[in-house]
């Protein structure tokens, strides 16, 4: 069974700042995405960035980025040039063949004015 | 072009009722999933709908059952509910791919209440 954990329960940031929130997984498997999605207050799952586990590039989405080391089962996400719209709980997530998403417990991040 | 649609919005009931979510998935997928969402917590796998048969099936007792009607679009029925039932019910819809990159769409979520 896959597992993913978000050790950062609650992080917070001053806008314009750089953070990074930190995952990892447990996957015996090979052949794997990982995704961060951002959940606001709204409640709706919107997809912040994802990664091929068969890519060695660490994929790239504007002021997002990742980290990701294979060997480690490490997956972190980067927020740059924080914004005040980024407030909300992040949730990384593993996925193997027929779309089913593992979630972490999610870090609630906080950008500060 | 409509993403993901669930009705009701937030819905209460008391224990022992049935209830009963829908969802419309994204135009142009054919897979729907199903997540609950307890306060506080991440999301859980509950089972998975393509072609009308479940896919997959996440650690929910039977009392949690699905239907996916020919339109794609999908139902969660809860029996017998339970207290611990009260979370957020979320239907994500995507292609069925096999190792399949394609992100899952996901809609607002049904708030469920149990009292």
């Known amino acids: 069974a896959q597992t993913v954990t978000q050790s950062q329960p609650e992080m917070s940031v001053q806008e314009a700042e750089t953070v990074t929130l930190s995952c990892t997984y447990d996957t015996s498997e090979n052949n794997y995405y990982l995704f961060w999605y951002k959940q606001p207050p709204s409640r709706q799952m919107i997809l912040v960035i994802r990664q091929e586990a068969y890519k060695q590039q660490n994929a790239t989405e504007n002021r997002f980025s990742v980290n990701f080391q294979k060997a480690a089962k490490s997956f972190s996400l980067k927020i740059s040039d924080s914004q005040l719209g980024d407030t909300a709980m992040y949730f990384c997530?593993?996925?193997?063949?027929?779309?089913?998403?593992?979630f972490g417990e999610g870090t609630q991040l906080t950008v500060n004015p | 072009d409509a993403g993901v649609t669930q009705s009701p919005t937030h819905l209460i009931k008391t224990r022992g009722q049935q209830v009963t979510l829908r969802c419309s998935p994204k135009s142009g997928h054919d897979t729907v999933s199903w997540y609950q969402q307890a306060l506080g917590q991440g999301p859980q796998f509950i089972f998975q709908?393509?072609?009308?048969?479940?896919?997959q099936r996440g650690n929910f007792p039977d009392r949690f059952s699905g239907h996916q009607f020919p339109n794609y679009s999908s139902e969660l029925n809860v029996n017998a509910l339970l207290l611990g039932d009260s979370a957020l019910y979320l239907c994500a819809s995507s292609l069925w791919q096999t190792y399949s990159n394609q992100p899952q769409h996901f809609g607002d979520g049904t708030r469920l209440s149990i009292l």
């Open positions: 997530a593993f996925q193997t063949s027929g779309s089913r998403l593992t």
């Open positions: 709908y393509y072609e009308e048969e479940e896919r």
